[in-house]
C-alpha cells in the first residue's frame, strides 16, 4: 500500500495513527516531495491528503481509510467496532473533525490569507463554536480512558490531531480539566507520540506560531 501523506497534516496523522497502531506495512510517500506532490496530483484532482492506493483501490478521506483498514488489513486492534459501540465512535469521529477539526482550521488557515483578506467574523464564529464544543467534550468524555470508552478507537484517532491542533489555535480552557486530561492521554500513547515527533521539523509552517509546550 501507499500513503500520500504530510507528517504535519492533522487528517495525515489522523490515517497515520491507526496504521501504525495495528502495524501495517506501508510506503509513505511524503508530500513535501515535490514528485510526491506531482504524483497526487495525477491520482486526484483536489489534491487534497491523505490518500491510500492498495494495488487497484484508490481511497480518499480519512475516516473511510480507516475503515478500509479494518475491513481489508485487520490488525490487533479493532479500531471500528460493530453494533452499538459502533455508532457511538462513529458520532464522536464525526464531532471532532467537524466541530474541532474544521473550526480550528479556519481560525488557522484566515491567518495564511492576505490581510486584507481575512474573514474575522468566521474566525469569531470557529472560536464561539471551540467554547461551545470543549465543555460538551469534557462532560461527555467524563469517567472514560478514549473517546468511546475503553477502547482505543477511531473516534480517538480523530480526536489525537483535532485536539492537538485546536488547543495550540484556541486553548482548551483549564475548566475543562477532563478534556485536558484526556488529551494528554492521547499524547501519551506511543503512536500519537510518533505522529506528533515525525510532525516536529515541520512545526515552522503553524501560522499562529507553534507553543512549547508539546
Same mark, same amino acid.
Given at each position: 500500500?501507499?500513503?500520500?501523506?504530510?507528517?504535519?497534516?492533522?487528517?495525515?496523522?489522523?490515517?497515520?495513527?491507526?496504521?501504525?497502531?495495528? @502495524?501495517?506495512?506501508?510506503?509513505?510517500?511524503?508530500?513535501?516531495?515535490?514528485? $510526491?506532490?506531482?504524483?497526487?496530483?495525477?491520482?486526484?484532482?483536489?489534491?487534497?491528503?491523505?490518500?491510500? $492506493? @492498495?494495488?487497484?483501490?484508490?481511497?480518499?478521506?480519512s475516516s473511510t481509510?480507516?475503515?478500509?483498514?479494518?475491513?481489508?488489513? &485487520?490488525?490487533?486492534?479493532?479500531?471500528?467496532?460493530?453494533?452499538?459501540?459502533?455508532?457511538?465512535?462513529?458520532?464522536?469521529?464525526? #464531532?471532532?473533525?467537524?466541530?474541532?477539526?474544521? &473550526?480550528?482550521?479556519?481560525? $488557522?488557515?484566515?491567518?495564511?490569507?492576505?490581510?486584507?483578506?481575512?474573514?474575522?467574523?468566521?474566525?469569531?464564529?470557529?472560536?464561539?463554536?471551540l467554547d461551545k464544543?470543549?465543555?460538551? #467534550? @469534557?462532560?461527555?468524555?467524563?469517567?472514560?480512558?478514549?473517546?468511546?470508552?475503553?477502547?482505543?478507537?477511531?473516534? @480517538?484517532?480523530?480526536?489525537?490531531?483535532?485536539?492537538?491542533?485546536?488547543?495550540?489555535?484556541?486553548?482548551?480552557?483549564?475548566?475543562?480539566?477532563?478534556?485536558?486530561?484526556?488529551?494528554?492521554?492521547? #499524547?501519551?500513547?506511543? $503512536?500519537?507520540?510518533?505522529?506528533v515527533d515525525e510532525?516536529?521539523?515541520?512545526?515552522?509552517?503553524?501560522?499562529?506560531?507553534?507553543?512549547?509546550?508539546?
Amino acid at each position: 500500500m501507499k500513503l500520500y501523506a504530510h507528517p504535519f497534516s492533522s487528517y495525515s496523522q489522523k490515517v497515520l495513527i491507526a496504521l501504525y497502531e495495528n @502495524d501495517i506495512a506501508f510506503d509513505y510517500l511524503n508530500l513535501e516531495s515535490a514528485a $510526491v506532490k506531482a504524483e497526487l496530483a495525477r491520482l486526484w484532482p483536489l489534491k487534497r491528503f491523505p490518500v491510500l $492506493v @492498495d494495488g487497484d483501490r484508490t481511497l480518499l478521506e480519512s475516516s473511510t481509510i480507516i475503515e478500509y483498514l479494518q475491513c481489508r488489513h &485487520p490488525g490487533s486492534h479493532c479500531l471500528v467496532p460493530e453494533g452499538e459501540a459502533g455508532i457511538e465512535v462513529h458520532m464522536l469521529d464525526r #464531532l471532532f473533525d467537524n466541530y474541532v477539526m474544521t &473550526p480550528m482550521q479556519k481560525v $488557522v488557515l484566515d491567518r495564511m490569507r492576505p490581510a486584507t483578506e481575512r474573514d474575522g467574523y468566521g474566525v469569531a464564529q470557529a472560536r464561539e463554536m471551540l467554547d461551545k464544543i470543549y465543555p460538551w #467534550l @469534557d462532560e461527555r468524555l467524563a469517567g472514560r480512558t478514549w473517546a468511546a470508552g475503553e477502547a482505543f478507537t477511531l473516534a @480517538d484517532c480523530a480526536a489525537a490531531p483535532s485536539l492537538f491542533y485546536a488547543d495550540w489555535a484556541h486553548e482548551i480552557p483549564p475548566a475543562c480539566a477532563g478534556l485536558r486530561a484526556y488529551r494528554a492521554r492521547l #499524547l501519551a500513547r506511543p $503512536v500519537i507520540a510518533r505522529v506528533v515527533d515525525e510532525a516536529r521539523p515541520y512545526r515552522h509552517y503553524f501560522p499562529l506560531g507553534a507553543p512549547a509546550r508539546d
